[in-house]
C-alpha cells in the first residue's frame, strides 16, 4: 500500500478575494454616505433604496454584459460589481457622470463596497480570543463559483491548528472548512437553477471559510428534505475523510475493522460506511461515548492502557484492519494487533511513516461530494446519524474553538453564522 506523505489541511490557494478583506480595524463602521443616500445596512440584500434604483442598474447591466462581453452576474447579483468594474467600462464613466439615473446607478455600484456581511475574522493568529466577529465583505462567486448563504458551519479540529497559525494562512482571515446554507447567486457558467437550493460542502478558500453569513464555493452536496442544516455541516468533512480512508482499504463484507475515534466527526462516519458494507466493526472510544458508539451498531472499546488486549476480546475471531482516526499515538498498538501495516490507514497520525503506516491526506484536489451525498441521502432516510454536541452563535466561535480542543465532545460542534 503507497504511504501518501503529503500533509492534510486546507491547502486551497488563497485567491485575489482574499486580499479584499479589511482587518476588523479597518472595517469602517461608519460608511461616508453620498447626499440623499440611506445608510447601508449591515443585513446582506437589504439595501435601502435599490429598488428605485433596480430598472436603471438593470439595463446598465445588460448593456455592458452585450457591449462589452464580460461575464459578470446580472440581476440582483449586479451589487457585486465593484466600483473598478464599472467604471473602467469605456464611456461608462462618462455616461454615469450625465444621466441622473444611471448616477444612481453609480452611487449604486460605489455602495457595493459596504455590501458587508458579518464573520469571525482573525486579524492575528493565537488563541481563541483572536477569532472576533467583525464586518468583511461579502465574497463574489467566481466562474463556477456559487454564492452560499451559511446556516451552520461545522468546527474541527483541523480549524483548531489553523487559528493558532499552524498552516499559515494570510491574515486577516476567515477560516471554516465545511457548510450548510442556501446557494444565493451564480458566478458565470453555473446554471441559476441552484439559487435556493440547500447545499452542503466546502468553501474553496481556506480564508474565506464558513465562519461567516456567506461563502464561496464549487464543491458541494444537496441537502435532502428532512435534514437539518447543522446535521448537513457535521457530515461534509467526515463523510468524505472517511469514505477516502476506507476506500485504500479492500474491504470485503464480513470483515472486522477497528475504528479508533469511533465516536469523533470521521470515526463515526467511518463506522457507519463500514457498516454499511456488512463489515463488523470494533469502535475505539472513551467510555463517556460507547453507547453511541454501539448505537452506530460498533462494538464499543474504551481507549487507554491494555486497548490491543480489549480489541482482541471483543474480536475473538481477530482483526483484519484498522482505521485510525484518533490520532493519539495508537500505530503502534495498531500494528502489534494485526501484526503489521499492510492494512491499516490513519487520517490523523503524522508519524504514520515511522511505523510504515499509510497516512490519507485531504485536500482540494481530492474532496469527494459523493459519499457526503450518500450520508445526506442516509441521513433522511432514517439510516445514517450526525451527532451534534452543541451549536454556537458566531460571536462565542471562541468558546466553540475551546470545546472542541478538549478532543472529548459528544458529537460536532457546530457555528451558526
Ligand atoms: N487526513 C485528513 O485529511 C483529515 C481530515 C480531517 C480531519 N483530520 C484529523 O482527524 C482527526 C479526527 O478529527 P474529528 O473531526 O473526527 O475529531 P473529533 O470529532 O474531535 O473526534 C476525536 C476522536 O478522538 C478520540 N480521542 C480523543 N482522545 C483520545 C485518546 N487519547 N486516545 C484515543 N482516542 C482519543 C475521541 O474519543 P472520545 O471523545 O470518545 O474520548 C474522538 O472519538 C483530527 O486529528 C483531525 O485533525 C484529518
Known sequence: ???????????????????????????????????????????????????????????????????YGTSVPIGPEVMYWTKRDVTSLPGLRERARRSTPQRKCRRLALRRRRIIMKAAVIASFGEPSVLQVAEAPRPVPGPGQVLVRVHAAGVNPAEILARAGAFR??????????FAGVVEAVGPGVDEGV?????????????????????????????????????????????????????????????????????????SAAVQF???????????????????VRSLGATPVAHGPGLVDRIRAAAPGGVDAALDT?????????????????????????????????????????????PVQEALNLIAAGAWTARIDRSFPLDEAADAHRLVATGHTHGKVILIP
Not at 482587518?23 to 429598488?51: C, F, H, Q, W, Y
Not at 457498516?275 to 453507547?291: C, E, F, K, S, Y
Not at 494487533?337 to 511505523?355: E, F, K, N, S, Y
Open 326 to 370: 484518533a490520532g493519539k499515538g495508537l500505530l503502534p498498538a495498531l500494528v502489534d494487533l494485526l501484526g503489521g501495516p499492510d492494512r491499516i490507514v490513519t487520517l490523523a497520525d503524522r508519524d504514520a511513516a515511522q511505523h510504515g503506516v499509510a497516512f490519507s491526506a485531504g485536500g482540494s484536489e481530492n474532496r469527494d461530494r459523493g
Open 1 to 67: 500500500m503507497a504511504v501518501i506523505m503529503r500533509p492534510y489541511g486546507p491547502d486551497s490557494p488563497d485567491n485575489a478575494r482574499d486580499q479584499a478583506f479589511k482587518s476588523p480595524s479597518m472595517v469602517s463602521t461608519a460608511p461616508v454616505l453620498n447626499a440623499g443616500e440611506a445608510p447601508a445596512t449591515k443585513a446582506m440584500g437589504d439595501i435601502p433604496g435599490r429598488d428605485a434604483c433596480l430598472p436603471a442598474r438593470s439595463r446598465l447591466a445588460n448593456k455592458s454584459l452585450t457591449a
Open 195 to 267: 439559487v435556493g437550493d440547500r447545499v452542503a460542502g466546502w468553501p474553496d478558500s481556506a480564508t474565506q471559510g464558513s465562519y461567516a453569513e456567506y461563502t464561496v464555493s464549487s464543491n458541494f452536496a444537496t441537502i435532502p428534505d428532512g435534514v437539518s442544516f447543522e446535521e448537513a455541516a457535521a457530515t461534509v468533512i467526515g463523510a468524505d475523510n472517511a469514505a477516502r480512508a476506507l476506500g485504500l482499504m479492500n474491504l470485503r463484507p464480513g470483515e472486522t475493522l477497528v475504528v479508533t475515534g469511533a465516536s469523533g466527526a470521521l470515526g
Open 169 to 178: 494562512l494570510r491574515a486577516p482571515a476567515i477560516i471554516g472548512f465545511e
Open 274 to 292: 463500514a457498516r454499511q458494507r456488512g463489515v463488523t466493526v470494533i469502535g475505539v472510544a472513551g467510555t463517556a461515548n460507547a453507547d453511541f
